[in-house]
């Protein structure tokens, strides 16, 4: 079943090889942007990401943060804590890095089609709590609302190392921009999945406190019950993985840069799906809930290594962004609080213009349209009218693989984003021609979508510092900054 839903990912996002790619070059004129592609790089990783073990990194079981300081800005405190690949945390079982790609596109479908059927529901004006279940599906006992597979996010692909408790613990979490829930496995587990921490023990901490029922955030919950006047919840997830448990307020801690009491948390003591190791989630979307939200973070950021990549880098609170950062506008959705859509205008490849219509990716009175950017989502997906445009853009480089086995390096085609006033950000060609085994096929890391909402993926935003301002309703991006 996942190597025919692989399968057919492949074809949509034309991962089929059906030129060469030096007669493509030939076709490139003078006045062609480009940019390199280190062929031997993105390969080396390809094949090192496949052995490598991170119990051989000891730096993991240090926080490595600096100590605490404030925003002249804002006045606000500015927390930092490390940020990592989901392969630099969890070693894969696959071999063959043709197969690890055919798993993370299987992810990134699930997850794609969960952020769709998310709008949907809330453009339709439905409740998770209105929905019924399946037959087939698992239902929780402590709940009386269905788990429901398919309307929410899926498992993530990048983790930060936060504190929770007091005494803290260190443990892996999950970062999340397409959600808001925050959550962690806890003692006693009726049923938990493997993670790379010993599991969260509530009788150990001192600032542990469960959440009332009548309490606003209980009812800020999508799904929630009551027991004993303790509130529930329940978080299900587009791959099948849920959480249940018990909602509480527990402490937060950032490594050396400080810590949140109160946090608003799941401690989850039913959990299931593939979270690599993770002991929860922590929600960074725009609800009411996230750890952004609770917090009052006036700004965030990550910058999001290569996922081929054994480094790590941060994820700041209140730090503002960078001076050489380009700008483009934050919005939000009346339908969907929950994500951080961005005022993309259009694209360039080669240095020219890509033709689209005007206001396509802006978003309607009706809630539809419009472009996110998602940590969790991979490959980039884009209306299909604006994925057409930007596919027949003149160079037959796109919607295909090529062979670049025989190749040390190569340049190609820059790829732009454009967001209004002049401002573009380049991609970097390792940010749009992905290799797909371990023996030099490379393909172009976009994809149609029939939705009306576009997605900008993690691949386009590796090796940026993507900083989110809350306070200025700005996103900006800034290279090299990892």
Known sequence: MAAASSNHFLLSFSLFLSFLFTSTLARLSPQTTTTTLDVSSSLSQA???????????????????????????????????????RGSVHKTHHTDYKALVASRLDRDSARVDSLST??????????????????????????STPIISGTSQGSGEYFSRVGVGNPAKQYYMVLDTGSDINWIQCEPCNECYQQSDPIFNPSGSSTYS?????SKQCSSLEV???????????????????????????????GNSGNMNGVALGCGHDNEG????????????????????????????????????????????????????????????????TFYYIGLTG????????????????????????????????????????YNALRDAGVALFDTCYDLSSKSSVKVPTVAFHFGEGKSLDLPAKNYLIPVDSSGTFCFAFAPTSSSMSI???????????????????????????
């Open 47 to 85: 094949q090192h990401i496949l052995s490598f073990d991170p119990q051989s990194l000891k730096a993991f079981a240090q926080t490595q943060t600096q100590p605490l300081f404030f925003n002249s800005s804002t006045s606000a405190a500015v927390f930092s804590v490390p940020l990592h690949s």
């Open 118 to 143: 998310k709008l949907l529901l809330a453009l339709n004006g439905v409740k998770k709590s209105q929905l019924r279940p399946l037959p087939t599906q698992i239902q929780a006992e402590a709940l």
């Open 210 to 214: 469960p959440v009332t029922c009548e």
């Open 224 to 254: 929630s019950a009551c027991r004993s006047g303790k509130c529930l919840y329940q978080v299900s997830y587009g791959d099948g993985s849920y959480t249940v448990g018990d909602f509480v307020t527990e402490t937060v801690s950032f």
């Open 274 to 337: 593939l979270f690599v190791g993770a002991a929860g989630l922590l929600g960074l979307g725009g609800g009411p809930l996230s750890l952004t939200s609770q917090i009052k973070a006036t700004s965030f950021s990550y910058c999001l290594v290569d996922r081929d990549s054994t480094g790590s880098s941060t994820l700041d609170f209140n730090s503002g962004l960078p001076a050489d950062s380009v700008i483009a506008p934050l919005m939000k959705s009346r339908k969907v609080n």
């Open 347 to 386: 694209f360039s490849v080669g240095g020219q213009a890509v033709n689209i219509s005007p206001g396509l990716f802006e978003i309607n009175e009706a809630g539809e349209g419009g472009v996110i950017i998602d940590c969790g989502t991979a490959i980039t997906r884009l209306q299909t009218q604006a």
């Open 456 to 482: 900008i993926g993690n691949v386009q935003q590796q090796g940026t510092r993507v900083s989110f301002d809350l306070a200025n309703n700005r996103v900006g991006f800034s290279s090299r900054k990892c």
